[in-house]
């Protein structure tokens, strides 16, 4: 490859290539106009360095408007009048392609009634094309962007004295350096092939850092035993990011707002980490120390999650959250919850609440206050002003304080209200 293999896919795919139908809107992965398909999959070539896409089958417009099913859709585009400035079409073509799940593509111009009125039509003709297995990734090895494929590989470029910056999705690290990607050196981890599977074992599930948000939403295993992480996920940005995204990019990046972060608290997670001479384990709760900063060490790699299992049996939970719409925004308060019911109320209570705190926090004294008595209206409204006491919320540009423990009140009611014989309060 000639090509920086930083470069970002939308400019390689538009200055280099010509292929100039994959558009340029947001660079952040928040409009869709930038939708490849990658191995099937949606993905935003405005987060993807080129050398990430070195042997994956990546089709953009041109190659999608000459298959049978591309046609269907423009067709259906034009025949429903989902199409005005067209800026935004060829990544609602890929996306719908590939199975129309609109929630990563913005349209600044055609009614989504219209888009949509589309995407019914196409589905009754279509079969959704499924995501190929992505293939074997060859490692590469260069000064500036290394891919190496095992874990030992890429604990020894952490031990050397380069600036590398881990790359898993890249839907945090590319945001944040946009501009800046050619100061960087990128160590992308995405094609190491000796991270632990995602697997259960008789006490625990094992979630590897790089699964997706897809993989955690669809896994039977995730849904089975850790249910807050699956809703989690399923809530995370749109399709898009949901492909690219991973839990381990979630955990490191620590932003008081990451949506894994508070279901993995009151799954009791652990974190295990690895670094050139050792491995440790850190529970979750005591991972992070500040906004953006953790316990991991120089030169350490967060390999898997671990979460232990506990009978679902009598199990209540939920993760709950709000932000400025349903997808593609960012959490402006969440509330994970889980605990245990038995025949007068709750035991073993677990809360955790994202964006109110410097970094995830826990609620002891609401938890400790619902193990105190029966489930009734009065003390359920009463334990949500408590957790609205509890949280340490700050003004910003996204939200209020007083907003948001407000917020985090109203989704505790939301959740447990119909465990009092009530409705849910919208
Ligand atoms: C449009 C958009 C919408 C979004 N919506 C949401 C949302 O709704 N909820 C939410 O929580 N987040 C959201 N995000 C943020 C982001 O998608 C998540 O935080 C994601 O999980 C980050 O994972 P990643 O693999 O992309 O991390 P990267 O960007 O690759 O990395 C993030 C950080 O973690 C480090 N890192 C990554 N993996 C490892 C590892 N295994 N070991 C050590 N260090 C590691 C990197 O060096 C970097 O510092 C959104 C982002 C975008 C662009
Ligand atoms: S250009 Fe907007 S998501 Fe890529
Ligand atoms: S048709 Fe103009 S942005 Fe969608």
Not at 104 to 121: D, P
Not at 211 to 228: C, F, K, M
Not at 264 to 275: C, D
Not at 283 to 300: C, D, H, M, N, V
Request: hydrophobic fraction near 40%.
């Amino acid at each position: 490859m000639t090509t920086d293999p930083r470069t970002l896919l939308l400019h390689v795919l538009r200055e280099e290539l010509g292929l100039r139908g994959t558009k340029y809107g947001c660079g952040e992965g928040e409009c869709g106009a930038c939708t490849v398909l990658i191995d099937g999959r949606p993905l935003n070539a405005c987060l993807i360095p080129a050398g990430r896409a070195d042997g994956a089958r990546v089709e953009t417009i041109e190659g999608i408007a000459g298959t049978e099913t591309g046609q269907t859709v423009i067709k259906a585009l034009c025949e429903q009048g989902g199409v005005q400035c067209g800026f935004c079409t060829p990544g609602f073509v890929a996306s719908i392609t590939a199975g129309g799940d609109l929630s990563g593509n913005l349209c600044r111009c055609t009614g989504y009634i219209k888009i949509r009125a589309a995407v019914r039509q196409v589905l009754d003709q279509i079969e959704p094309r499924p995501p190929s297995p992505p293939g074997p990734r060859r490692a590469i090895l260069g000064p500036a962007y290394a891919r190496p494929a095992t874990v030992a590989d890429a604990l020894r470029l952490l031990a050397t004295d380069a600036p590398w910056r881990i790359l898993a999705g890249g839907t945090d690290l590319l945001v944040q350096h946009e501009h800046r990607l050619e100061r960087l050196s990128l160590l992308d981890i995405t094609a190491i092939a000796d991270f632990p599977a995602l697997t259960e074992t008789s006490q625990s599930v094992v979630i590897p850092a790089l699964a997706t948000y897809t993989d955690l939403r669809t896994s039977p295993t995730v849904l089975r035993w850790a249910g807050p992480l699956a809703t989690a996920a399923a809530l995370v940005g749109g399709r898009q990011i949901q492909n690219a995204g991973t839990v381990g990019g979630n955990i490191v990046n620590a932003s008081p707002a990451g949506d894994a972060i508070p279901a993995l608290q009151v799954l009791g997670a652990r974190i295990h980490l690895r670094s050139p001479h050792e491995a440790r384990t850190v529970p979750i709760s005591r991972f992070f120390t500040g906004p953006g900063r953790t316990r991991l060490a120089k030169g350490e790699l967060v390999t898997h999650i671990e979460i232990p299992k506990t009978p679902p049996t009598d199990l209540i939970w939920f993760f709950d959250r709000v932000g400025t719409r349903r997808a593609q925004a960012i959490t402006k308060a969440s509330v994970a919850f889980r605990a245990r019911r038995h025949e007068s109320g709750l035991a073993d209570v677990s809360i955790a609440l994202g964006a109110v705190g410097p970094t995830v926090l826990e609620a002891p004294k609401t938890a400790a206050f619902l193990e105190r008595g029966p489930l009734t209206e009065e003390r359920l409204r009463h334990a949500a002003d408590l957790l609205g006491r509890e949280a340490q919320p700050i003004d910003d540009i996204r939200s209020t304080a007083r907003y948001r423990r407000r917020a985090v009140a109203g989704l505790l009611l939301r959740n447990l209200l119909p465990l009092a014989g009530r409705p849910p309060c919208s």
